[in-house]
T-cell receptor, first 115, second 115 residues
Framework: SAVISQKPSRDICQRGTSLTIQCQVD?????MFWYRQQPGQSLTLIAT?????????ESGFVIDKFPISRPNLTFSTLTVSNMSPEDSSIYLC????????????FGPGTRLTVL | KNQVEQSPQSLIILEGKNCTLQ??????????LRWYKQDTGRGPVSLTI?????NTKSNGRYTATLDADTKQSSLHITASQLSDSASYIC??????????????FGQGTTLQVKP
């Protein structure tokens, strides 16, 4: 398993501002993932973050809006830029384990409200 | 298109009763199917994981079944407790995901256990 922490756990932000969410893992992992979970919905993958390379974004998500850093094998950040109320969601990071990285362990999530 | 559909969308049961949640998927071939429990305000936690060749997997009061022929899975909860109140998410890993770690999420079933 993996122990994953996220900061902040929740925040209320003003429209037009940016928020950076941190994800810390207790052991080195190759792949980290960032998800968005809108109210009442399931998880949607934003991007995959590998250490030493640019993040790979899913359709509908762009680097300018959701820049990601992955400076080492235990840490990643996701920034939600120029926020609008539609960005109000829970943002979760996860790490891949197993031979095919398909065993994923999730962080506790960051609940973001944009006014 | 790979899909994972869950039913019912929501469910209310009395404490001590049993219940069964359903998951139908079109993902094929797949490497594994997993049930996650997500408490409100928390990240998903894995309950069971089954490969395509497994039929059943138990974790305490949780028992998952898999019928690869009909592409159906179920999660049975025995002697429900108030702490079982959560969302339950069915997640399938397509074999085509390779080592990308990409998952297909169901929309979840919200279970409420009442005293």
């Amino acid at each position: 398993s993996a122990v994953i922490s996220q900061k902040p756990s929740r925040d209320i932000c003003q429209r037009g501002t940016s928020l950076t969410i941190q994800c810390q893992v207790d052991s080195q992992v190759t792949m980290m993932f960032w998800y968005r979970q809108q109210p009442g919905q399931s998880l949607t993958l934003i991007a995959t973050a590998n250490q030493g390379s640019e993040a790979t974004y899913e359709s509908g998500f762009v680097i300018d809006k959701f820049p990601i850093s992955r400076p080492n094998l235990t840490f990643s950040t996701l920034t939600v830029s120029n926020m609008s109320p539609e960005d109000s969601s829970i943002y979760l990071c996860s790490v891949g384990r197993g031979i095919l990285n398909n065993e994923q362990f999730f962080g506790p999530g960051t609940r973001l409200t944009v006014l | 298109k790979n899909q994972v559909e869950q039913s019912p969308q929501s469910l209310i049961i009395l404490e001590g009763k049993n219940c069964t949640l359903q998951c139908n998927y079109t993902v094929s071939p797949f490497s594994n199917l997993r049930w996650y429990k997500q408490d409100t305000g928390r990240g998903p936690v894995s309950l069971t994981i089954m490969t395509f060749s497994e039929n059943t997997k138990s974790n305490g009061r949780y028992t998952a079944t898999l019928d690869a022929d009909t592409k159906q899975s179920s999660l049975h909860i025995t002697a429900s407790q108030l702490s079982d109140s959560a969302s339950y998410i069915c997640v399938v890993t397509p074999l085509a995901s390779g080592n990308t770690g990409k998952l297909i999420f169901g929309q979840g079933t919200t279970l409420q256990v009442k005293p």
